[in-house]
């Protein structure tokens, strides 16, 4: 337990940063555009191609990438393997971030932004959507809570509004303490909420396509399907927490945490071993395979999910060798990682066809500006949160 | 006040004027448009028989074209025009569809149950008001009459089968549409027109009334080479 | 970590009660259908093509007049779809045959929601807005509606369109079964009504279907023995018959298993009464009192 997690510290604009702020203020005309034209007006989307790139990538994909969260929050806390907990703070900050964008990703793509809070109040069980949301809405607020103590831990006893805000530091300091000493009580059942919460959609978010059994391609369209993502999701929370923390690691210039991901790259292979049966086993059981060889852009989008997504992977994988090594680790799990988003992309969008007209969807610009930007906020604020905040692991020597 | 007062007058002697006056009216129209007005009794029952006993029966009756009377009827119903009046009613020319058929069961293709009542009865005996839940198979008369019409008219290659072609529009009546100041002057009124019809305002820019040009050698003071009309010298005047 | 024992021991408590009460929640999917809903027999044979009903769908609900000069076959060259703008649309293919003159003898087809007796678009919404009506009509009520589109991806049929080029107050659109009007006794929908050659005949959804096997039988070789929309997707209160294959008419071909059907089942049976969260939180309780246990360490406190 020699872990202590400070801030960074470090400078924080950089030439990196002001690419994130180009892509940003791209999104964010993108936004007001749709806020201000419609849907219609920045998106390619239509009547018979309702869902699109906002759903297929910034809901559907942010949720699964996101779960690096509760994969290692359920590891540490819950299996008691402290080792993992360097990582836990980065994880809980992506899982953290990744749903607050998804949130905003909906609020853009659902017509009636302002209308979001209806759920809460007319149910429809009968709705996968509807579980999903309620699942995402109330995960969102665990993952609010599970982050108190970290913002707790600097700023309480610490706050120093400048000016006549400073009339504000006890009070927040107050709120701090308080919040901080609640999130301690009930971090237990949060974490294990945070779990049972992420379980649920994320499984459920396989489910959603089940409702229209003619327009996913049977490659897809599986019973089986929320099996497949929960799976997939257990599969790419860890490959996620390694794909940033390298990520993270080499551009803050702090030690790789090799000691830890080469376990956790362990118990991947053995998920991601495990997610490629039930995936090969479906296909065989349901003889899709004969899909396979059709040549259309749907049947090979499958082939390059199932090949450089899992089963090249997890080859390498199996591998000591690979799993030893900081640029293996990396590669594989960049690997699984794309392939897990693609398999996202591939149910929401490049799976669905429309029953009568022919769609041929591609994003829009604007749609992509919208994503894109979405993404650079995200890095932007994440960068943001570990220079000030204490998550990361301060380096043990300075290696810059 | 006074105004008012003479306004009205002047109104009141001016309809009075008017009903005293005798207007002719067409004897066999307004017959017809009394009988579109009956309803008659709905016939539940028919005797389901095929088309050549049928023909048989007829012969047998002895009827014949003579037996028709009337030269033509007014297709049109209040059970029509409850639910639906953008058409005026169809004159069908009775005696003449007689003659050219010769088959009187092409049209009165079944009978009433009932032995007493007549054999070729009218339409709207059978086929009363759309969708009648009692009566599942049995179409209303304006289906009736569409399907009987429409269908024939296009296997005999015979006879219109557009909507105007038997219809008239049923012009809404525009007493209250138009809105226009006393003393409206040509171009207000033209505006006013324009203000729904503004289709035909740009149709009748393609016409050659506005776009004609061409000598005019029966004009005064203009020879065959001047170029005249609505597109070059006259007044467009709108 | 503030897992005592004793509330460790209140949940494994609620866990076993949800246990208990699975196996009523583990019944078989069942249909929602309203038993005698209304519905319209559509006789494409009988259409004409006059596209009055578009002009009536159009009135009655207040939208957009319908694409000018009824009578211009212009509108025809192009398939169309219903659309925010216009809720029914009549299309034109031709049979392969010729009549006397060798002209292509048309076939018109009148499209508009087929108001499913399962509907795919009200299991999905995710607040109810979409309804299915006791008298037949799958019912929109924008007052819940949240734009998230979810019911466009889940019909078979390609219907609900959406107000894309409205920011802030976008509707799904999609035909009414003229609700209001039919909800009325002796109501009947505007394109019913209009309907010149009655080629919508509006009835008893039980009654049509009679009607429509009697119209195939009684006329041999004038339809094809179908009857589209009694069986596709669990069945549908729009029904249809045709003298030619519908596959042909660009209806999408489907199956007789109710789209909903099968996501419902999972959904209930995983989640009716929450009971395997439940489990899934005692159980993971558990793990982790265990795990705590054994490595009994102050400092875990926080850090999430
Ligand atoms: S009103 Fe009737 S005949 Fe005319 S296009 Fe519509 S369905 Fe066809
Ligand atoms: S046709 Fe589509 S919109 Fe209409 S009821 Fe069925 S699923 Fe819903
Ligand atoms: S039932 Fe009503 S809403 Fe539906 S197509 Fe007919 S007129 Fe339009």
Redesign the pocket.
Known sequence: MNHKASPLNRKFWTPGVFVMLVFMIAGFVSIIARFTGGIGYVSNLSTARPWGLWVGVDVATGVALAAGGFTTAALAHIFGCHSYEPIIRPALLTAMLGYTFVVLGLMVDIGRSWAIWKPIFFWNTNSVLFEVAMCVMIYLHVLYFEFIPIVAEQFKNKVRLPGPLALLNAPIDLFLKIADAVAGKIMWILIILGVVLSCMHQSSLGSLMLVAPTKIHPLWYTPILPLLFLTSAFAVGYPMVVFETTLVTSSFKLNSEMSILTPLTRITTFVLGLYMLLKLGDMFIRGTYVYLLDGTYQTNSFIIEMMFGIIVPWLMLVSKKVRQSRKGVFIAATMIVFGVALNRINVFIVGYTSPVSESGYFPSVGEIFVTLGLIATLMFVYRFVVTFLPVLQAPKEVSS | MIKKIIFYSGFMILVAALSMAQVWKAPDQEKAKERAKERVKFIKDYKDEDNILRKIALIEKGISLDDVKNNYFLLDSPIIKEREDHYGPVRFAHKRHAALINDCTECHHYRPKDESMLETTRCSACHQDSFNADHPERIGLKAAFHQQCTECHQEEQNGPVTCTGCHLKNVPDHKDLVKLADNSDAFQVTAECLRCHDQAGEDMLKTAHWNWRGPSPYTVKHRKDVQHGKGTTALNNY | MQLTRRNFFKFMGATGASVAVLPSSAQAWQSKAPPDPYGCL?DLT?????????D?CSTVNELPPPIKDVCDCTVFEKKRRPDENAFTV?NRYFSGKLDELDKPLPV?V?IQCMHCQDPACVSACIVGALTKKENGAVHYDVSKCIGCRYCMVACPFEIPAYEYHDPITPRVRKCTFCFDRISKDGGLPG?AT????E??TFGKRNTLLELAKKRIKDNPGKYVDHVYGEKEVGGTSWLYVSSLPFSKLNFPQLPEKPSPKLSETIQHSLFSYLWSPILLFGLLGGIMYKSKKKNDNPQDKGGA
């Open positions: 559509v009988r259409c004409n093509g006059c596209r009055k009903c578009e009536a009549v018109f009148k394109c209009i309907c010149p050659v080629a919508i």
